[in-house]
Every structure is written in structure tokens, then in C-alpha cells.
Nanobody
């Protein structure tokens, strides 16, 4: 079992930055790919970014060049640095651990989510 806890969400203005953290506990963190997804009200959960256990990264087109995923295996923590935030980035952000992929079904473990709200 892997337990994931997100933090770092909040209310910001368009153009601001936020860094989300995802602290993992349980089984070996470094053996899993880490993904970030988000879900806005009334919409399906959508892929944001992932980093494989080997360090390969992939981003959704909507966040490419603005968001950066990273991980610190010494701290069992993954991060999502979000720059140049836009109102359309408003959503609950979830971190997940599992196999590399851009769909939720690729991930076995999920955090509870953290709200990000970007005002215009």
C-alpha cells in the first residue's frame, strides 16, 4: 500500500505560481511512476503530468512549458511546480502512484486532492 497526501493548493491570481507537494508513505516510492491529474467541477479527471520511475516526464499540452513535475526520492515526495497560472487551471489536483501513463486507470494509489483556484 502507498498513502499519498497532497498539499500546497490555494487561491491565486492569474499569472501567479504555486507548488504542489505529494508526500508518499508505505511501499517503495521510487519504484512507482508519479502522476498528477486534475478535475474541475462537472468535468472528468484529466491528465496533467507524470514522471516515470526512471525520470521520464510527459505533460498535457495545456500545461506544457508552464508546469514542471519532479520527485525527491530521499523525501518520498513528488512536486508539481505551476507557473503562469490561468483561470482554466482551476481544479482539484490529485497525485497518483502506479504505472506510467496518461489515464487514471494506470495508477493504483491516489491522494485526496488539493484545491487550486486561479482568479482572473
Amino acid at each position: 500500500q502507498v498513502r499519498l497526501v497532497e498539499s500546497g493548493g490555494g487561491l491565486v491570481q492569474a499569472g501567479d505560481s504555486l507548488r504542489l507537494s505529494c508526500a508518499a508513505s508505505g511501499r517503495t516510492f521510487s519504484s512507482y511512476a508519479m502522476g498528477w491529474f486534475r478535475q474541475a467541477p462537472g468535468k472528468e479527471r484529466e491528465f496533467v503530468a507524470y514522471m516515470s520511475s526512471g525520470g521520464y516526464t510527459n505533460y498535457a499540452d495545456s500545461v506544457k512549458g508552464r508546469f514542471t513535475i519532479s520527485r525527491d526520492s530521499a523525501r518520498d515526495t513528488a512536486y508539481l511546480q505551476m507557473n503562469s497560472l490561468k483561470p482554466e487551471d482551476t481544479a482539484v489536483y490529485f497525485c497518483a502512484a502506479g504505472s506510467s501513463g496518461t489515464t487514471p486507470r494506470s495508477y493504483q494509489y491516489w491522494g485526496q486532492g488539493t484545491q487550486v483556484t486561479v482568479s482572473s
